[in-house]
């Protein structure tokens, strides 16, 4: 079993609506999370932490569930430019250094 | 302020031939790591560098691969020799802070 799995989609979404999805992991005491978002063919760029209390920043919430070891992302009035792969990152328990990444969830903004 | 660097962008050798990339990370950041990216998957961490020194390199192939960061600030990642399952994109990244990482463009490799 992966550490970090995640919905490789795609998930289609027409423009201006909102779409949400999870990404689970294994070890119950990872200590941190986080969302990157990869464009096509780019390097990864962190978009936002994740806090225990969930967090949000602009259209963009994350929660975390650490009952159900999942983290989650909504995207709210979805843009075009929100078209990206969407990376689920979870930090080792023994050592806030080594992270492990999700294979990633596709998002499709449409006209 | 300047992003991490890697050179080059693009390298295409034949198998059993050696490569190496570089990376310059940014200025001030101690931990700096290396990753391996295949298509359609997340980075795999390869190796990871607090100052000079290698503190995670578990998933390093350390027959073929090898990497280097003196004096803690850029730092080369070699392979030597090449095959062909190691096509790929070889990311770059440093960080100041926990699970904050920056990225380099990345160097893209195809083995033939």
């Known amino acids: 079993r992966k550490e970090v799995e995640q919905d490789p989609g795609p998930f289609n979404v027409p423009e201006g609506a909102t779409v949400a999805f999870n990404c689970t992991y294994s070890?119950?005491?990872?200590?941190?999370f986080f969302w990157y978002r990869q464009d096509c063919r780019k390097e990864p760029k962190l978009l936002m932490s994740?806090?225990?209390s969930g967090n949000e920043d602009g259209r963009f919430t994350a929660q975390l569930n650490r009952a159900s070891q999942y983290i989650s992302l909504l995207i709210r009035d979805s843009k075009l430019s929100d078209s990206a792969t969407y990376l689920c990152?979870?930090?080792?328990?023994?050592?806030?250094?080594?992270?492990?990444f999700g294979a990633g969830t596709q998002v499709v903004v449409t006209p | 302020e300047a992003g991490v660097v890697q050179s080059p962008r693009y390298k295409i050798i034949e198998k059993k031939q050696p490569v190496a990339f570089w990376c310059n990370p940014i200025?001030?950041?101690?931990?700096l790591y290396w990753y391996l990216q295949n298509l359609g998957q997340g980075p795999e961490l390869l190796i990871r560098?607090?100052?000079?020194?290698?503190?995670?390199d578990s998933q390093l192939p350390k027959d073929r691969f090898s990497a280097e960061r003196l004096k803690g600030v850029d730092s080369t990642l070699k392979i030597q020799p090449a095959e062909l399952g190691d096509s790929a994109v070889y990311l770059c990244?440093?960080?100041?802070?926990?699970?904050?990482?920056?990225f380099g463009e990345g160097s893209r490799l195809t083995v033939l």
């Open positions: 990152v979870v930090s080792s328990a023994d050592s806030w250094g080594k992270l492990q």
């Open positions: 560098y607090e100052n000079e020194e290698a503190v995670d």
């Open positions: 990244a440093s960080s100041l802070l926990p699970g904050e990482l920056f």
């Open positions: 200025s001030g950041h101690n931990t």
């Open positions: 070890n119950s005491a990872s200590q941190s």
């Open positions: 994740v806090y225990s």
